[in-house]
């Protein structure tokens, strides 16, 4: 049976987001670090910089999840959300 998403909690979803996108930012902290390490003093690119990326990815992934989640309400509204195919069984984890 087709169910549609007609929206998104605005708040919820970009909370979400911003954490995955953070943790995916400290997974990629050691490229970072190794970067600045070898970056030469002149780029900029230093290792506050790097240690602020994971921050910085968090709160984009915050605001542009939430710019998109209010977009795709908009639109939902005038001509219906995602379908998707749910089935209920055993929760298998």
């Not at 169910?3 to 909370?15: N, S, V």
């Not at 954490?19 to 230093?46: C, D, K, N, Q, S």
């Not at 219906?80 to 195919?85: A, N, Q």
């Amino acid at each position: 049976m087709a169910q549609q998403i007609r929206r998104f909690g605005i708040g919820q979803t970009a909370k979400v987001v911003a954490v995955l996108y953070a943790l995916m930012g400290l997974l990629f902290l050691p490229f970072f670090l190794a970067a600045a390490a070898f970056a030469p003093r002149e780029t900029g690119f230093g290792t506050v910089f790097a240690l602020g990326l994971p921050i910085i990815y968090g709160v984009a992934g915050f605001i542009f999840t939430a710019i998109a989640c209010a977009i795709y309400n908009f639109v939902a509204g005038f001509v219906g959300g995602i379908e998707v195919e749910l089935e209920s069984g055993p929760a298998t984890y």
